[in-house]
């Protein structure tokens, strides 16, 4: 009866351990791990990394070995964050584009207050009350251009930066 319970015993603690490498050696659900590289990115939605939106830009990081230096807005920090979440090397932050940096400009003499551009705007870079002139914190805007549709009067340009 004892070696009975002693080749059970010895069985079940194998096949603990096996699961437990099983867990640690196999690969996370893509899906969980797309989830946590979206909860690190910015959210700002701004585009500059060359896809529409911070889910897409997850997804191609995960599932396409995409580079996790294209997020301007998210800076240093993120790539730190995505390079500990995923074993990969803390890349510099990629340089923008070729065309360089850009922000968007706002002519005052234009503008009618109607705070279409504030609400549109990711990283909280334009300032401005209703009814009144609103200007853009150049240091921080991304260029996104998402403030530009929403503009009723067409008074916000992008310009290139030094």
Known sequence: MWTAVITIAVLALVAGLALSFAWRS?????????????RLLPQTQCAQCGYPGCRPYAAAIVEENVPINLCPPGGDDTVRR????LGREALPLAEPQAAGR????IDEAVCIGCTHCINACPVDAIVGAQQLMHTVIESECTGCELC???CPVDCISLRQLA
Do not use: C, F
């Open 26 to 38: 196999l690969p996370a659900d893509p899906g969980e791990l797309v989830d946590d590289v979206d």
């Open 82 to 85: 995505l390079a500990a979440l």
């Open 102 to 105: 850009v922000a968007a400009v």
């Open 148 to 150: 530009i549709a929403p």
